[in-house]
């Protein structure tokens, strides 16, 4: 961390009480990388659906791959709320649909509907790869508020086409 601080990438903040700990945010030279961030996300992300369960998932990441995905043009005019599981410190997200596209944000607000699940499970949702019964039935989300809004959650994203997982034994 030290080298992106001294390079101007990052810089130390002090969060006041009850928090009170030191953390990292980007400096506007480590915003400018923003664009190609999201860009990698929405590469990596087509390699979701060949994800291991030992594979490292970080929920922090998970407010930008959101980011990735979601549509800019027109959605449904909705407001869902994400309470992603993160050990006794869950991540809030905001994502709110309209007629300019849909934008996240970190954080809690006023929601027409609330999922309560993991990152993956988010992700997957997203991509409508997953349904809201099936993440139900599994114990991997939770639906609160309106239902028929959370229904068309996959609506507001656009997920790049998965990747093929490769047969090891094909490749000479």
Known sequence: MAHLEGHGIVERRELPPPAASTVYALTDTGLA????LIEFLRWGLRFMAASQPDDHFEPGWLPMGIEAIARHDPVPDVRIGLRIRNGD??????????ADGVHVES????????????????????????SLEQAEATGLASAHGDRAVLERFSELFEMPAPEPTPNPGSIS
């Open 33 to 36: 990388l923003r664009p190609a």
């Open 89 to 98: 410190t869950p991540i809030q997200v905001m994502v709110r649909g309209g």
């Open 107 to 130: 954080g809690a607000g006023e929601t027409d509907a609330q999922l309560d699940t993991d990152g993956r499970a988010a992700v997957l949702l997203a991509a409508g790869a997953l």
